[in-house]
């Protein structure tokens, strides 16, 4: 861990109660992968008849545990299926030594419960480029076994931390012709994290029993709004999973991808990505940007991202200053379509430009006082069609070189 | 001027010596557009005959002075030329009152000095969507009128600083027929300095003749490899403006866009770049980014650049940490095509990863005492073909964050 230990002051008050998933039980452990004194490996188990669906990074140098997952998340299987997730050393880049390493752990948890090499999913996250010393993972998969309980989900949350300050978790439930599902998912990450990928380690559970062509599909389309929506530094992890897991145990099928299942999904996914964003690295505001009268939903996005990944834009956010000349020069610089004189821009509720001009009743006063803020909302209007997109963001503070100039020291 | 005063610890040791280029005359004075008790404007005076090329941001916010130049840039003119620059406000995001601003400030000029309007350049930088006091401006040109020399451009690079804490000049000759011919520069920029764009104001003077569709030609080719090929904080400026004037007064003609003229002015373009990196906002670090193997020179520029721009490589930079990993993840991310296993990294001479694994007989300690040196180099050979592309960076440290948080305070 970095040498930077204080909470975020973003961070949620409390882990959240997660309910009980019918058909899924994890368990903890401490295998000094890398870090002492802490859980740093952690083991979910899933009923037969559990279905999956995956999202991961586009990163061209992915790592061992990503390919190995890809290649397994479109397999039918009745068998059940084991997710086991390492802290601490993110196997990437470690090429042959890489590929043995994933094969000798999902082996290893194959043979010890009893399923099928392929229904086997791993994680590693932390260091990239050091060899995984995988056997001490091994030789936990007996006590990880044996420790399973339906609980134990806030300590996966734990298990699976690198420099996050706080674990992540998430929760709600659907009603389905009158009967509930439950769903409740954790997450890790606050470096390394950028648009257009999965961006970080996700797993999410539900009781519900869904088809894994449409869980597939709902999970992808959800991803584009809420991961695929956030950004601490702009940087891309090689290790980026987000899996979701069906166990069905609940008896209650969904069969539609709209709706109260995919409502309750969306919720989970949109609040462990916020809490993300809540854990980024040296994070002291958080802050929302609303696009709005784009070109298209894509501009929106490439305005937006382009805003929320500014150094300039995210060292002013720290110094509480309404810079909003930082904001024009984003909007510039993305590349999608502008006019300059057409864009107004709004820090909350106050109008500071209007259509290509400092609206004259604006008072320097009202920004500065409302950037004091925790929680910040900047919304452009491009005035030039109905496109729109909402990203989220933090702040660039010392806090963020402080940690990142010595992660590995 | 934001908090910072310290000198950059990558200054050159003074500000060099710069030949009188016969055909341009400078002047510098204070008229406290928003700074006090230094020069923030500066005048330039063009001969007749002096042919004009330009540079300019592709912002879609770009300033008013920016789509003024390039409206005239294009045009012939025999009657000589001028070029005011001020400091302390950009006249960017302003609307119809900016363009106004630019028209007052180049009718004084042009009545003050007796030149058509449309040679009449100008230049602002500084805070943007402020409305720039044009009149204090003009109450100075008679004074600048007034004040010209041939060895006032070390004023002039003065007059143009905003957050740069030291003035950028540079000098080469050309020897063309036995006839030597001079070029001197300027530049100012430390900060919103991105490519794909001029990304700061840099204006170079020659004695050389050269025809203008010839000199813009060169300018263009030249920018690409040289300011286009630099990075600070991946932002780009509304305002970015480089201008290049020849007064052909030596008598010696430029014919060909190759030889000698064309070396000595990519000498002085990219040691003004260079300088600009050196005066990176909070940089304490100098960084050559070496991309070599890559499919294409297009895509040799996009892996370097993802490097270049990442905070998390510039924090490591910054931290003395040789964490190459982050370079894998930079290539990973950037789009361009990679392929892990063919992937080699150097630090300096030191080869780190060799074809998608850690070189084995790489020692952490070397890494960790070449990254103590002020100057470094990481390069990259991607495997993939013949494609290459240099790029220039420097690190991201508190002092980034320092001068940024509160720059307008």
Redesign the interface.
């Known amino acids: 861990m970095g040498k930077i230990t204080a909470v975020s002051p973003l961070a949620p008050a409390a882990f959240p109660e997660l309910p009980v998933i019918d058909g899924v039980t994890f368990a903890a452990a401490q295998a000094g992968v890398k870090y002492q004194g802490r859980v740093d490996v952690m083991l979910a188990r899933l009923v037969p008849g559990t279905t999956m669906a995956g999202v991961f990074?586009r990163?061209?140098?992915?790592s061992a545990p990503v390919l190995d997952c890809q290649a397994k998340i479109g397999l039918d299987g009745a068998t059940g299926a084991a997710i086991l997730v390492n802290s601490g050393n993110?196997n990437?880049?470690?090429?042959?030594?890489g590929v043995a390493s994933v094969q000798a752990i999902t082996k290893a948890v194959s043979e010890q419960i009893g399923l099928p090499q392929d229904r086997i999913f791993t994680s590693s996250t932390g260091?990239?480029?050091?060899?995984l010393p995988h056997d001490r993972i091994i030789a936990k998969i007996a006590e990880l076994e044996g420790a399973q309980t339906a609980t134990g989900i806030a300590d996966a949350a734990r298990a699976i931390m690198t420099t996050d300050t706080f674990p992540k978790g998430a929760t709600a439930t659907a009603t389905i012709n009158g009967k509930t599902v439950k769903i409740a998912g954790i997450a890790k990450g606050s470096?390394?994290i950028?648009p257009d990928m999965a961006t970080m380690l996700v797993y999410i559970f539900t009781d519900a029993k869904v088809e894994r062509g449409l869980l597939q599909s709902m999970l992808s389309e959800l991803t584009d709004s809420t991961f695929n929506c956030i950004t601490v530094?702009?940087?891309?992890?090689?290790s980026d999973t987000l899996l979701l897991a069906a166990t069905g145990a609940s008896g209650v099928e969904v069969t539609e991808a709209k709706g109260a299942f995919r409502d309750a999904l969306n919720t989970v996914m949109l609040d462990l990505a916020h809490q993300v964003v809540r854990d980024g690295e040296g994070a002291s505001k958080f802050v929302t940007i609303e696009i709005t009268g784009a070109a298209s939903d894509a501009d929106a996005k490439v305005h937006g991202m382009a805003i929320a990944?500014?150094?300039?834009i995210k060292?002013?956010i720290?110094?509480e200053?309404p810079?909003?000349?930082?904001v024009?020069?984003?909007?510039?610089?993305?590349g999608a379509?502008?006019?300059?004189?057409r864009?107004s821009i709004w820090f909350g509720d106050i109008l500071v430009?209007d259509k290509?001009?400092?609206n004259p009743d604006y008072k320097e006063d009202q920004g500065a006082n409302y950037m004091k803020g925790e929680y910040l909302k900047i919304r452009v209007d491009l005035g030039l069609g109905s496109g729109q997109c909402t990203v989220w963001t933090c702040d660039?503070?010392?806090g963020?070189?402080?940690i990142?100039?010595?992660?590995?020291?």
Chains 1, 2 share one sequence.
């Open positions: 990074t990163s061209a140098t992915r993110s990437a880049f470690t090429g042959r030594n260091v990239i480029g050091e060899p470096g390394m950028a530094d702009s940087d891309t992890s090689t990944n500014s150094p300039l060292t002013a720290a110094g200053d810079n909003w000349g930082r024009v020069m984003a909007i510039g610089k993305s379509l502008a006019d300059r004189d864009l430009a290509g001009w400092r660039l503070t010392h963020y070189i402080s990142n100039a010595d992660y590995r020291s």
